[in-house]
């Protein structure tokens, strides 16, 4: 019997914390050659983005039940927002160029379920709350250089603007993967909308090449379009699909 005959509509829920979206503003056609075949950018007035997305998942749930040892789980990853080459408009969602995690059992099953690229590596996600702001930072080790991430906004959060951009950032509808035989793989990803800390200010110390290769030299020494951190959420991930629908 195959995994895909067992498959439960729902892969994985978890509670999203301190996440963190950075958004680039980048030329579709630079972006394009970087893609698997069958996806393409998703364009928004003439830009695509590309999303450095820090969070930490909690209470996390695989098929229903709870994961033992992998209760709480940072991830760094770099996406790019695509849609299906010859699918409807509506599929838009974020395909991962690398992300990295500090588990090896969820590095696992987004490679073997999802056909993401992904990294384990050790991780330290950090909150400090003060008397008038919040602030969370991502470090993460890729070849024995540190990469950090940091972002600073008021404490008392506030529904996300009313910003096209926002709501692509943050919510994106589907993550597509491919399998070993380079079928394209896309999966339903829920999450409602959630509150988000005004920023104040950023700081990304990240070798982009040295991470991210081509895709990162297109963002070297560029500043975010928009820069978002929000509250906590829970998030629900669906079985995948195969093909552009």
């Not at 969602?93 to 992300?99: H, L």
């Not at 993550?175 to 070993?180: E, V, Y």
């Amino acid at each position: 019997m195959s995994i895909s005959s067992l498959a439960p509509r729902c892969v994985l829920q978890a509670t999203a914390q301190n996440r963190v979206v950075l958004g680039y503003a980048v030329d579709p056609d630079r972006v394009a050659p970087l893609l698997p075949d069958g996806l393409v950018p998703a364009r928004h007035e003439g830009t695509t983005y590309v999303s450095l997305v820090g969070v930490e998942l909690a209470d996390v749930r695989g098929l229903g039940l709870a994961v033992p040892g992998v209760q709480r789980v940072p991830a760094v990853e770099l996406r790019i927002h695509v849609r299906p080459a010859e699918a409807s408009s509506g599929l838009v969602g974020t395909w991962t160029a690398q992300a990295h995690v500090s588990r090896r059992l969820v590095a696992w099953g987004a490679r073997r379920l999802y056909g993401e690229t992904i990294a384990v590596t050790s991780m330290q996600p950090i909150r400090r709350e003060h008397a008038d702001h919040v602030e969370v930072t991502y470090r993460f080790d890729w070849r024995g250089r540190e990469q950090r991430i940091r972002v600073r906004g008021e404490r008392a959060p506030v529904p996300p603007p009313p910003d096209a951009r926002a709501h692509i950032l943050l919510s994106p509808d589907w993550r597509f993967g491919t399998a070993r035989d380079g079928t394209l793989l896309r999966a339903r990803i829920k999450r409602p909308a959630t509150p988000v800390h005004r920023v104040q200010e950023h700081h990304v110390t990240v070798q982009w090449p040295a991470v991210y290769g081509d895709l990162g030299q297109l963002l070297a020494n560029r500043s975010p379009t928009l820069v978002l951190l929000s509250s906590s959420a829970p998030v629900t991930l669906h079985w995948r699909t195969r093909g552009q629908g």
